[in-house]
């Protein structure tokens, strides 16, 4: 498998130039817990009749030594597109990352995007070398080629991860896009309510072009939102993201839709990514709520013999919180979707949808409880400031903070440690939280403790089936269906 020879014109010589700021980047990616830089090679793009856009990065295999790469064409008779792709040595010049021949080629599948005349194409890299950067691009030689890209390697011991939701696309979103832009992570965890296209698709084009210089060059898993429903139930994003499929079946129908819940390890931590209800008129929430029950019993399992050491969920809905309108909680999913996180000891749960940012201690049923999970709530994304119900924090609350900002997540051998970055808004009236200051700030830090192997094995549980999970479904599936009508409908 290999690729044509590149052209070497004047336009990608000139190019060379900028590499080297993606060059020195990659190599402080390995073994750091940053990662690396985001920095675009545009000038390596050759433009054409169906010129790739909103390409991004995610992984639907092994976490070290695959990359998926997702892209649209415009109009419905683009050309068979293919990802080229190879390692960045050590060796390799400037020149050589925007220039040299590419080691290998994969050929991309299309499916027509939801809702609008355009492809979705993806192709997904397997075998790379896992100490080295992947240099790529996407296209083809009829319709036009992206610039060369370059993900980092995926770090062995120590390695981070940054988790926001509830973005969009206006002024405050893209000034919290530029912030993450600057801090570099391994991956880039999403947790909803993403476009806010609420049935417009031309947002979800402007939504990937606005991320395309951020998910080119980092790997992005993420969750569907309430609003991911207004968008044909969620076949959006099934059609624009590509993700692992769902834990109980294997293989991967690459010109099928992605999954909404799905797992995956990176290194030492399991992560289990659900809708919680968002898209439950698709049908499948029984299916899942099983799936989630067996992963995590799966993990616990694996935790217990010592293979992993953290279990983490993301979804975009809470269990628990303070925002003004949403407090306390969600009774019917919500109980039983705690029940099964604290069953199998989940460590951290990773949310978003109220648009405020609050950490708990660790916690079970509303009470602190040491055995119990770190629920941090991160819908600050920018598409808007919410703020606190009156009745101030629950007992479980550790840390609330009003503005926009994203939480970044350093791993290391039996340790989380997480930093908060936010920016508060103008002034806390109506008026003032349409704007923030932009004085992007650490406003909270945390640890969790891998848990004790007396604490995991308490974990070690046979999973439970239909009769006992969905005994109560018709209770649960009408709550949820309420609860998506009721806020859809406040627009939040
Ligand atoms: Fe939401
Ligand atoms: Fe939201």
Not at 102 to 117: I, L, N, P, Q
Not at 158 to 185: R, Y
Not at 361 to 387: A, D
């Amino acid at each position: 498998m290999s690729g044509p020879s590149n052209p070497w014109t004047r336009r990608r010589f000139v190019a060379a130039g900028m590499a080297g700021l993606v060059l020195s980047a990659c190599n402080g990616g390995s073994g750091s817990a940053g990662g690396g830089t985001n920095t675009p090679i545009p000038d390596t793009e050759e433009p054409g009749p169906y010129q790739p856009r909103g390409i991004h990065a995610s992984f639907t295999e092994d976490s070290h030594s695959s990359r998926s790469i997702t892209w649209f064409t415009d109009g419905l008779d683009a050309p068979y597109s293919r990802m080229e792709y190879g390692s960045v040595d050590e060796t390799m010049s400037d020149a050589d990352i925007a220039d040299r021949v590419f080691e290998f080629s994969v050929d991309a599948s299309a499916a027509e995007t939801t809702g609008v005349d355009a492809l979705t194409h993806r192709a997904t890299a397997t075998g790379i070398d896992p100490e080295k950067p992947m240099r790529y691009r996407v296209g083809s030689d009829d319709g036009g080629w992206s610039p060369v890209y370059v993900i980092p390697p995926s770090p062995s011991d120590e390695w981070s991860f940054i988790h926001f939701g509830d973005h969009g696309i206006g002024e405050m979103p893209q000034m919290l896009t530029a912030e993450v832009m600057k801090n570099p992570s391994d991956l880039l965890l999403l947790a909803g309510d993403l476009s806010y296209a609420n049935g417009e698709q031309a947002i979800w084009d402007t939504w990937f072009d606005q991320m395309q210089p951020l998910m080119s060059q980092r790997i992005t898993m993420a969750a569907p939102g309430n609003h991911e429903q207004k968008d044909f139930d969620g076949d959006t994003f099934k059609n624009r993201f590509t993700h692992p499929p769902k834990p109980l079946t294997s293989g991967i129908n690459p010109d099928g839709p992605g999954t909404t819940f799905y797992s995956f390890d990176y290194n030492r931590v399991h992560f289990l990514v659900t809708t919680a209800g968002a898209l439950i008129n698709d049908g499948t929430l029984p299916e899942e709520l099983l799936n989630i029950e067996v992963d995590l019993a799966q993990a616990a399992l694996r935790r217990a013999r010592g293979e992993i050491d953290f279990i983490v969920v993301m979804q975009h809905y809470t269990i628990w919180t303070d925002q003004d309108g949403r407090s306390p909680m969600n009774p019917a999913l919500v109980l039983l979707e705690e029940n099964i996180l604290l069953r199998y000891g989940v460590d951290l749960l990773a949310v978003g949808h109220d648009h405020v940012y609050q950490r708990s201690e660790k916690m079970g049923f509303g009470l602190p409880n040491p055995l119990g999970y770190v629920q941090v709530l991160v819908g600050t994304g920018g598409q808007s400031i919410r703020i606190f119900d009156d009745n101030g924090p629950q007992i479980w609350s550790a840390s609330e903070f009003v503005g926009v900002g994203y939480c970044k997540y350093f791993v290391s051998p039996g340790k989380i440690r997480g930093e908060y970055y936010g920016a508060p808004p103008l002034d806390m009236s109506d008026e003032g939280r349409q704007y923030t200051t932009g004085e992007f700030a650490l406003r909270d830090s945390f640890e969790i403790d891998a848990r004790s192997q007396l604490a995991c094995e308490m974990c070690v549980l046979p999973a439970r089936g239909p009769d006992i999970l969905l005994a109560d479904f018709e209770a649960i599936s009408q709550h949820t269906r309420e609860r998506n009508h009721r806020i859809l409908s406040h627009h939040c």
